[in-house]
């Protein structure tokens, strides 16, 4: 972790069951039922469903390319007094692909500061980058204690194993483990093992360039197709690292008959509608470049342009 | 599943990250702040921590050896209108060790059914039966889809891979999906079909008596050190299987006491205050024969039967 600029130790740091259960047990830990959470606009789908077991009100904050628009994120703040936490996805967020620079987390940082709430910050796809600058996560730049990231061997190691973490000060690590063992005691002993085991015989960094390199041929093929299989005047995201690309189509275009016909023809890609917690968006898509072979994607994006051709 | 009773499909299982998460699910989708659980008094104390997450107010009922008493809960159950299920834990209970007897198992049902009531089953220890004729579970009796079943592969397997499950109807198994997906997305696939290839390749009834005749012979020797280094009117547990026995102190003798003495010498027991929910029983020790060999647990009882005169 002192890689990426954040501080651990024993006391600071929880392993979790994936960090699906982080974000599970931060919504268990801070939400009181009507308190607001501020996201990007739009968001991981899971994270919604979670934080709304827990009778949280969604505040959505705009996007550009360059992620989380900060003077909306004030306005928001200003306008809702009942804020416990923002929640974001920095790097390669899901469902854009897009990535919070480096001027808004200090930012992001700084308003959590001055409006007295929390930050819980996902990096799940931190690690995935394979083209820009690396970026220091938010949690580089905390100097009060307010920001709880979250991280998982997911996206990096293989997510069948569950292994996710919480890095974050003691005062709440300590009430975490209290939840932590309310929902399941402990994570599986075997997969902590078998991956503590990998990290000490493997060079992880060289799987993750792997990775890395694998998704930078992919995403690249999956946009040049876009260019060449949808029109011109389509908006999607360039993303420098990740799974995931955003597009979005014209306003009449409904993203549900893309997919719906994409299915038919053995193609999957993922209506954005249920990454808004609160708006009723139907002209989006995530594509996600992440697990097929290069000749799949081409193969796929034509298929899904044709789609879209046929009604437009 | 056949083998003890329950029919059981694709449709009405969930597997779990362990038992403890299946419990926790079961508070999240039945407990709303104020509804009453009736359980066991004393019961196991990580469903009672969990269940007060979710602001759930306790009702406790009286046992005697063969478990709880069907009078006291269908008093329990009149008084309190508003209660949402009963937890058991009907073999060899959590902290007790004690069986719910044939009889009040069909009864216990007959009483949801008649005062509109879940059951919550708890059931992690039902294999491990070391003397006495098998019982089927109280999900056996189940008429009216009532009884949610609750076990685990870690008391016949190993509790590391977190591997439990809920067997109950199916319009419960989709709400419980709903949730377990926002608590962990899934199980870990590894702990999954490593355990499914376990099942393949070898006999877990051969595991399982080879299991029960070690914990029938701690528990031989446990009990005839109580009845060696103890005195004669302690009251304790002869358990039929599991792992616990449930030792009942003269009322001015404090549990604290031996605890904290036992531990300074290395000795390890579990005083009773936390698994009443309600009641401040301080003359209740709940010891564990299952992980010692012999030797350790003479040398053990004998440590705590001296604690207990110097103080008596």
Redesign the interface.
Known sequence: MSRIGINTNMKNVLVT??S??AI?LSG?LFINGGDTIICESPTYL?AI??FK?YNAKFVEVDMDDEGMIMEELEKKLIENPNTKFIYTIPDFQNPTGRTLKLERRKRMVELANQYNVLIVEDNPYGAIRFSGNELPPVKHFDTEGRVIYISTFSKMLTP???LGWICADEVFIEKYVA?K???????????QR?TAKYLELYDIEEHINKIKAVYKERCKVMLSCLEEFFPKRLSYSKPEGGLFIWVELPEDVSAEHIFTEGLKNNVACVPGTPFFPNRATKNALRLNYSNMAKEKIIEGIKLLGEVYYTVN
């Open positions: 069951s994936g699906q259960q599970d268990r899971a469903n979670t077991t069948g194993l569950r939840f063992q309310t929902a399941d005691l402990h994570t599986d002993s075997f997969a078998m």
